[in-house]
């Protein structure tokens, strides 16, 4: 990210707002595929596009694929009647004898044509429905995709390189899907018309099929210039779409409304998004000049192509090479293999415009799946005796240095272990690498002597309750922000233990509908808790899973002192059956502990009782008597 400068301050008045920063979406996989695409490389991948789409279409609703590709033999079928029927009526028409009598000789041929376009217009609505059948699946199938392989790689891998902006051109690729059986659709169904159009033409005189290709030859070329310049554009504005869209969320969640209007951040959070909004259009106005101009050109040179081919009709007819009934049928059969091929130019270029979006979900997918956790398949089985780190090292992506650097540590069944130091410290990242959230760059962390490289993650997760600084507050029923889906028993009676542990039965009682209640206030019927509630709730969910491993990282940093007591209590209650670990900066609390250990710069520098610490002259009896002196 760099900086797009800032205005400078008045003399006479407050500066102006700062601009957003210039978002570069950059790396290796920020390369537009489509800049050096040629019209030649539109028709050697579209094959492979359409085999894509098909994939994708089968995996969701066989019988709607089915459906779809008989409506495309039918409409083949009908084209070549039509024509067929059509050069039959023409030669009646225009023969020789009475009006009444051509008439009767061709009604048996517009009959014919007459029930092949009823039949096309049946075989259009019942391909209609297969898309309106096929397309939700198919996009609620990529849609899903995206979110499992994100929840699936391993943690770290949100703060690697540009993970969230390719997270944000996958998204598009997800919005496509929505068009994508509707391109396939229409491409292959002009496809199927053009070959009969031109079949019929080849057999009226083979001058016509050259002609054809250069009068919409141009427009393919367009079509694929104009696809380059719009997803030239897309990539341009990759990153400033993804910061508009969370700058978007936080303004307008109720979530953060307090925090919005009392800072007075209305003002420069409407400027803000409205400095990225005309950034982004600035991208696709400033390219304006460049479509239009490739969409003259295409026109012109397309064009005179046309008017080429009207003219070599009209000299075939002329000259006698043709008779009046077969020009006259040419003229039809022109005008149908015309247009079914402007539409295969421009829809085979939907299709390869919309594969370049799906190629980046693809992509993406196949690196979350790359990054997906593999650690083998060994399980932890309960009851969880002792949890060691051996010189345990770790490096968020990015960083110059280890947020762990070279920790042991080893913690047993029945003890409290109290995690001190300093902001950026690396106490929850501690937190994250006992949990295997992350897994160490350097040394091992094992529960029960199993190096958690080589287990099951989810056998270590179903051991562990982990209350975060940051939890989430669920837009979900009170019963399900405590059990998170996973009830252990047919009935409430767990849930009602764990919330009365953290004091906070009384309160759910109070609810409208008790355990039943949805909290999201945003949502109509819904209630809201406060902000040291939230908290309880967060930390009876921990709680209910009753865990070999509880970790607790400020879990009392919002609460009054009756709460944050009464989860003191409880924690200290239930110490004896699990490993407990407790991460403050609440130094009092650490009194609770067995055993306190303080962070500085990812080590671990001092250790021992509250006590022993609070006299030994460190950075814990520096903090505690900071603590005291306010």
């Not at 949990?435 to 040394?443: E, F, S």
């Amino acid at each position: 990210m760099t900086s797009a400068g800032a205005t400078s301050a008045s003399t006479t008045g407050p500066p102006a707002p700062p601009l957003p920063a210039q978002m570069n979406f950059c790396g290796r996989h920020s390369v537009n595929p489509l800049g050096n695409t040629s019209f030649r490389d539109l028709c050697s991948r579209l094959p492979a596009v359409l085999a894509g789409v098909a994939r994708m279409a089968w995996k969701a609703d066989r019988a709607s694929v089915v459906l779809l590709v008989a409506c495309q033999l039918v409409t083949g079928v009908v084209a070549a009647v039509l024509l067929t029927g059509t050069a039959h009526a023409m030669q009646a028409v225009l023969g020789a004898g009475a009006v009444s009598h051509r008439l009767r000789e061709a009604l048996p041929a517009l009959l014919v044509v007459a029930g092949a376009a009823s039949l096309g217009r049946v075989s259009s609505a019942l391909a209609q429905y297969g898309e309106r059948r096929l397309t939700p699946p198919v996009t609620t199938d990529a849609d899903t995709a995206l979110v499992e392989g994100v929840l699936r790689v391993e943690a770290d891998a949100y703060a690697g390189e540009g993970f969230a902006d390719r997270q944000e051109a996958a998204e598009m690729g997800v919005a496509r899907t929505h068009v994508m059986i509707t391109d396939a659709q229409r491409f292959m169904s002009a496809l199927i018309k053009m070959v009969t159009a031109c079949g019929v033409l080849s057999v009226l005189h083979w001058m016509m099929l050259p002609l054809l290709a250069l009068a919409v030859l141009p427009s393919g070329i367009g079509a694929v210039l104009m696809a380059r310049v719009d997803y030239e554009i897309h990539y341009a504005n990759v990153s400033d779409r993804n910061v508009r869209q969370m700058t978007r969320w936080w303004a307008t969640t109720p979530k953060y409304t307090d925090e919005v209007r009392a800072n007075s951040m209305t003002d420069y959070l409407l400027f803000w998004y409205r400095c990225l909004s005309e950034r982004i259009d600035r991208r696709t106005v400033e390219a304006a000049p460049r479509t239009l101009r490739i969409h003259l050109g295409a026109s012109l040179i397309g064009g005179v192509f046309l008017v080429g081919t009207w003219a070599g009709l009209a000299w075939l007819a002329g000259t006698g090479r043709v008779p009046p009934a077969v020009a006259a049928t040419a003229v039809v059969a022109v005008q149908t293999a015309l247009a079914a091929l402007s539409q295969v130019v421009m829809n085979g270029a939907a299709c390869f415009h919309t594969s370049l979006y799906l190629a980046d979900m693809r992509t993406f997918l196949i690196d979350t799946d790359a990054r997906a956790s593999r650690r083998g398949g060994a399980e932890i089985e309960p009851p969880v005796e002792e949890i060691r780190l051996d010189d345990v090292t770790f490096r968020y992506p990015g960083k110059d240095r280890p947020a762990v650097d070279g920790v042991s540590l080893t913690l047993r069944r029945g003890e409290i272990l109290a995690v001190v130091g300093e902001n950026g410290s690396g106490k929850s990242t501690l937190t994250r690498l006992l949990t295997g959230v992350y897994l160490a760059d350097k040394g091992r962390v094992t529960w029960n002597g199993s190096d958690l490289a080589g287990v099951d993650p989810a056998s270590v997760w179903s051991c562990a309750g982990l209350v975060p600084q940051i939890f989430a507050q669920w837009p979900l029923r009170a019963r399900e922000n405590v059990t998170l889906g996973q009830p252990r028993t047919h009935d409430d009676a767990p849930v009602w233990d764990a919330v009365g542990a953290v004091g906070m039965r009384a309160a759910i009682e109070k609810l409208p509908d008790g355990l039943d209640t949805l909290l999201a206030r945003e949502i109509w019927g819904g209630a809201e808790l406060s902000g040291g509630q939230w908290q309880r709730l967060a930390c009876s969910r921990a709680l209910y899973r009753q865990p070999e491993l509880l970790i607790l990282d400020e879990p009392t940093s919002q609460m009054d002192p009756r709460g944050e007591h009464r989860i003191f209590e409880e924690i200290k209650r239930i110490a004896a059956d699990r490993v407990t670990v407790i991460v403050t900066h609440q130094l009092e609390n650490t009194r609770v502990a067995d055993r306190v250990i303080v962070m500085e710069e990812g080590r671990i520098t001092e250790q021992g009782r509250y006590e022993d610490l609070a006299a030994g002259g460190g950075l814990f009896a520096e903090l505690l008597k900071l603590a005291k002196a306010r």
